[in-house]
């Protein structure tokens, strides 16, 4: 198996409610601009690399966004992507330690989530190093019946209101992809971006950017989603076909497969057929499985992918079983269900209650007035990595990655007050007018790099 380089961007939804009757004081782009007054005071700008190598940014919509950093494990992803939780968190409390000071009745939350209540959409976008190759394209095309149907374990959970009323989906993001392929964004929404920008050597690699993810919460649920779209791209690497399966409509078939819990929903396939979207989910899994262990790869996986993949074959077997209920403490969509039927039944009300709302939005509001964090501590949900791991990774890089060249630059830069600049393949001092271009995103090593921190001392 090639070695891979994977990241995550989460953007966060952001809201100042009011603490008492009266309409919000605070807009979104006030609350935006008031939670990164630290990263400002301390990078000079809302647009920040960190010392853990990922990247910090204001977005355009006041959209609070956090990339992690490269990493090369399924594990390292987990932990810098729920680190960026706790600095957003911690920025939001000390935002809002400001807001209360000055007698601001107003409280900032952050939703780790793809919908506001307006209906505008916003994203998780998974990248995936691939190498190059002239048929990309095709070699996507392939994955589009994949990318449609893991939903089915990795939504996470949807309250939607329409004319014939309120109902529960898998997926936030069903509703909001329109094309299949495509190197528009915002435009056609497509499940693949396919614009050509790798972060790294173009004559070696590309990177295939996934955005049609739902943001998950559960950590057992974003591992699953990772390791098993990782060991998809490494069986395609390796030279192998999957076997030919084209939906005829994918964004329509998205919504389809969204509006079923059960998984068997058919949707037509162009061979004049129709599967459902637990069928190719198998389908995919015995191939990828299959191949895993013709070539002995599976005795050689780490405990996260191990696990991740182990959850792939539990969840599809407890959706044919008709028992995905016993993986409410794995699976987004079905922890967030049955919260949301608890507090149905508590109170006899049903979805379309606005308390039900409020619920739904606290099962994705990462900061203290969320609900995961104590869900988590009271053992309701599962954790995969120690909190002081995901503590510490909020300042240390992977170092198995191009992330800890970068993570080793910024930190001594901040430590020595020295104007800096970095972005994902570049480092410079301000003063040294010298740049290291770093196209390799595998290394973690690089003589010029120890040079450039050489000078500030």
């Not at 680190?83 to 920025?91: C, P, Q």
């Not at 606290?362 to 609900?371: E, F, N, R, Y």
């Amino acid at each position: 198996m090639n070695r891979r380089i994977i990241g995550i961007e989460t953007e966060y939804g952001i809201t100042a409610a009011a603490l008492n009757s009266s309409a919000a004081p605070v807009e979104a782009e006030q609350a935006a601009e008031l939670l990164f007054q630290p990263v400002v005071e301390t990078n000079g700008s809302t647009n920040a690399f960190l010392t853990n190598g990922a990247r910090l940014y204001l977005d355009i919509g006041a959209h609070p966004e956090y990339a992690t950093a490269e990493c090369d494990s399924v594990r390292d992803l987990l932990l810098n992507e729920r680190a960026g939780d706790l600095m957003l968190r911690d920025l939001a409390r000390t935002a809002n330690a400001k807001l209360e000071q000055a007698g601001v009745p107003s409280r900032i939350h952050l939703m780790k989530n793809n919908l506001d209540s307006a209906g505008n959409s916003f994203g998780c976008h998974e990248n995936y190093l691939v190498r190059r190759r002239p048929d990309f394209t095709e070699r996507v095309a392939w994955l589009i019946p994949f990318f449609t149907t893991r939903q089915i374990l990795v939504g996470s959970g949807h309250i939607r209101r329409s004319e014939a009323g309120t109902s529960y989906e898998l997926s936030q993001r069903a509703d909001q992809v329109w094309d299949s392929i495509s190197n528009a964004s915002t435009r056609s929404r497509p499940m693949i971006n396919t614009r050509d920008e790798p972060h790294a050597d173009v004559d070696q690699y590309r990177r295939m950017h996934v955005i049609v993810g739902d943001t998950n919460m559960l950590e057992p649920t974003m591992v699953l989603k990772v390791a098993a779209t990782e060991a998809l791209l490494n069986v395609v690497e390796s030279g192998v076909r999957l076997p030919r399966l084209e939906l005829v409509d994918p964004p329509a078939a998205l919504r389809t497969i969204s509006r079923d819990l059960t998984g068997t929903a058919p949707v037509p396939v162009t061979d004049g057929t129709a599967m459902s979207a637990l069928d190719i989910q198998t389908q995919v899994h015995d191939f990828v499985l299959g191949h895993y262990e013709k070539e002995g790869w599976l005795t050689g996986l780490d405990p996260i992918r191990a696990y991740g993949l182990d959850l792939w074959t539990r969840g599809l077997d407890a959706l044919r079983a008709g028992t995905i209920d016993t993986l409410a403490n794995e699976l987004d969509w079905v922890a967030k269900k049955r919260l949301l039927e608890r507090y149905c039944d508590r109170l006899g009300t049903d979805l379309s209650d606005v308390r039900i709302a409020r619920l739904a939005l606290a099962w994705h509001d990462i900061t203290d007035a969320g609900l995961l964090s104590k869900l988590e501590d009271a053992g309701a949900v599962s954790t995969l990595v120690p909190r002081s791991d995901v503590e510490s990774a909020q300042t240390l890089a992977p170092q198995t990655t191009r992330a800890a060249l970068r993570g080793r630059f910024i930190e001594e830069a901040l430590r020595r007050r020295r104007g800096f600049t970095a972005d994902w393949t570049t480092l410079r001092l301000a003063d040294a007018g010298q740049t290291v271009a770093l196209k390799d995103p595998f290394a973690s090593v690089d003589p010029r790099v120890d040079e450039l921190i050489g000078e500030m001392s």
